[in-house]
């Protein structure tokens, strides 16, 4: 779709727009000239001011937009003052955005009269399936008529052209196409990606790229001319609005000011480059466009000096405003959960046992029958056949293939995706297939969703559930047999639960469901049918359906004879999922003198359990089955050896699998890595004997 006839843009509109350019000019000067005071890094809009108001002039309160980090002159538009900004710039207290924890133009904001604006990181191209996932979450919302609006939503996510070659851009532009979402992706090409040029970083723009992804309608406009941009942006606005589908604008534009006040415009380009992007100030040519047109040009100047001296009165309050308390540091790292205590029957009576997929299937079934903003997504999971491990079967027939579907192979978007489906008021539930293909969405999960509450100042908490099969057992080979919990427990601001049997499973899901939070739930494979020798106790009474397990609650699954314990000659074990099991197994070796404390979570984590435990026994073993060298295993036994030191006999040790880069697929191999009963047996007797 290409703009070939401008229509004429009102003398009021490019008043407006006058005024919101100088605004953005005496900001980048007045930045310019504080340096000293201005130390935190920042961008400005200088040279893409026309297409960002162009753009912001067509939002409504229902619309949602995604602004990068250059995306000053939209968030003027839309309607933010230069203070509010500025305080964000500063890093003060009453940033409205983050509370003073992010970078200038990094907004968030569920401003009641303004579109909406969900996190913003500063990582080039990784808003796109975030915002993308808004919009899905919005066709959802509509479909299924959970809610009304005066207006279709838009749905706009900006970019700079060189994060266009992030391969997670093509994951959203894939699945915008595929499934037909009201989203404009708005592409500011300025030929610069810091110091490097287009021609050493893409082989097409952002237009030609999109050629390829079949429904994604194009258009292709001047950014620098604002006559140019505010007819574009209307079409593709009204189209989007009235159509329902996505579009793609592709906007030319100058950069006149610096990358950031880090990386200096005099760094690396010469005056001739510099010189050739000053011709287009969208400033000027606004100015130039309302002189012919009769405006007095002592009329401009006057609008000219006024955006001066409100900026730099804005200026001077920002930095007299106050910093952050020292004391709010860790305010906002979750938001607070309604699920604080265990609820409802775990063992009705005549209720017979399941396996834990079982568990799984009813817990989902119960959750969405209750709630329509509930949905399950992700690789092979519809109706066909419900999942590799058959752990959703029948929900796809029961709840149609708009609630229940399968995704591409996309791990990125797959969990990305639920931050903008969240922030709509959804609780998506996706699965990755097997924890080996987590890596592709672990930039997601750490980038935008496990820094979402936090850096939003607790405005959008995530609130979603990623399913994880995971572990090793019968020959399942190096790309489906491994464990991923220490690098998820690195994470800060997500939640993790690894369930051991049916009912915790079920309860913990349900809790899960509830928690205003980002919930990995790891679910071990060889547990799901029980059908590994000596996992038959993952088999349970089936749970009622108000039953709900709280998260950071372990539990005492065997435990120590009193009068072994009394003669210092027990020791206690600390472990999860599989572990459990090899636990257990073990223990009938040593009558009386083990205990085992099952986790449930990793995160949050019941160390008040445990280190009450701990003192009781002196001894103490931490179990995974994860490779030990660096793991969240060897952490946690470093924790209880600190907070439990006086009280120990001897050092707390922990046992995980050897130190190998991937799980053999022989299972001759297979076996001598992991850990087993037979190996923990002979670990237990050696602790005991200390």
Not at 354 to 368: G, K, S, T
Not at 577 to 595: D, P, T
Not at 637 to 654: G, T
């Amino acid at each position: 779709m290409e703009i070939i006839k401008k229509e004429s843009v009102s003398q009021d509109i490019f008043l407006k727009a006058f005024k919101h350019m100088m605004v953005a000019k005496a900001t980048a000067d007045v930045y310019e000239e504080n340096r000293n005071l201005c130390k935190y890094v920042h961008s400005t809009s200088r040279g893409h001011e026309a297409i960002q108001l162009a753009t912001a002039y067509q939002l409504t309160k229902e619309d949602w937009v995604s602004p990068y980090y250059r995306d000053e002159s939209l968030l003027l538009g839309i309607g933010f003052e230069p203070y509010q900004l500025m305080l964000q710039l500063l890093a003060k207290a009453d940033d409205p955005f983050s509370g003073g924890r992010s970078y200038y133009s990094h907004p968030s904001s569920r401003a009641e009269n303004l579109p909406k604006i969900i996190h913003q990181s500063s990582a080039t191209g990784m808003q796109a399936i975030p915002t993308t996932g808004v919009a899905q979450g919005i066709k959802y919302i509509q479909e299924f008529k959970l809610k009304t609006f005066e207006n279709n939503p838009v749905v706009v996510c900006s970019f700079g052209d060189n994060s266009i070659t992030e391969g997670e851009v093509s994951e959203a532009f894939q699945f915008a196409a595929l499934h037909q979402l009201p989203i404009i992706f708005l592409v500011q090409d300025n030929e610069w990606g810091i110091s490097v040029t287009k021609e050493e970083a893409r082989t097409s723009d952002a237009y030609d790229f999109a050629a390829g992804f079949v429904g994604l309608n194009r258009m292709k406009v001047d950014g620098t001319d604002f006559e140019a941009s505010f007819e574009a942006m209307k079409k593709a606005v009204d189209f989007v609005r009235e159509e329902r589908k996505p579009m793609l604008v592709c906007a030319s534009t100058v950069l006149i000011g610096h990358h950031t006040s880090g990386v200096r415009r005099e760094f690396y380009r010469d005056e001739e480059n510099l010189a050739k992007h000053r011709e287009k100030d969208p400033g000027n040519i606004v100015r130039k466009r309302l002189l012919e047109e009769g405006i007095d040009e002592e009329i401009l100047k006057q609008i000219e000096k006024k955006a001066r001296l409100e900026v730099e009165q804005a200026f001077q309050k920002a930095l007299a405003a106050e910093d952050p308390l020292p004391q709010s540091v860790e305010d906002h790292v979750f938001a607070p959960t309604p699920i604080t205590e265990e609820v409802g029957e775990r063992e009705p009576q005549g209720q017979e046992k399941i396996v834990m997929v079982d568990a799984a299937i009813h817990a989902i079934q119960e959750l969405m029958w209750k709630h329509p903003e509930a949905l399950l997504y992700g690789q092979d999971v519809g109706e066909r056949i419900g999942g590799v491990f058959r752990e959703t079967v029948t929900l796809g027939k029961k709840f149609g293939n708009k609630r229940v579907f399968n995704t591409p192979i996309q791990e990125a978007y797959i969990i990305g995706s639920t931050v903008g489906m969240s922030a709509v008021g959804l609780k998506p539930i996706v699965e990755v297939q097997f924890a080996d293909y987590i890596y592709p969405g672990i930039n997601q999960l750490i980038t935008e969703i496990s820094k979402s509450c936090y850096l939003s100042n607790g405005k959008f908490p995530v609130s979603n559930i990623i399913r994880v099969p995971i572990g090793a057992y019968g020959g399942g080979g190096p790309y489906h047999s491994g464990s991923v919990e220490s690098i998820l427990a690195n994470i800060k601001g997500i939640k993790i639960a690894y369930p051991s049997n049916a009912a915790d499973f079920k309860g913990l899901l349900k809790a899960a469901f509830y928690d205003p939070n980002p919930v990995v739930m790891l679910e071990h494979k060889g547990l799901y049918w029980s059908k590994v020798p000596g996992t038959e106790e993952a088999k349970t009474i089936e749970p009622a359906e108000d039953y709900i397990l709280p998260f950071g609650k372990g539990n005492i699954i065997l435990n120590a004879n009193p009068e072994e314990t009394e003669k210092g000659r027990t020791m206690l074990i600390v472990t999860y999922g599989m572990g459990i099991y090899w636990a257990k197994e073990a223990a009938k070796n040593f009558s009386g003198q083990v205990e085992i404390i099952d986790l449930r979570t990793l995160i949050p984590l019941d160390e008040k359990l445990v280190f009450e435990r701990v003192k009781i026994h002196g001894k103490c073993l931490v179990l995974t089955e994860e490779q030990l060298n660096n793991s969240f295993a060897e952490a946690f036994a470093h924790r209880i050896s600190k907070n439990c030191f006086q009280y120990l006999d001897a050092p707390v040790e922990a046992m995980g699998s050897l130190n190998l880069p991937a799980v053999p697929i022989n299972l001759v191999l297979e076996k001598e890595m992991l850990p087993n009963a037979e190996k923990l047996s002979k670990k237990i007797e050696e602790m005991l004997k200390n």
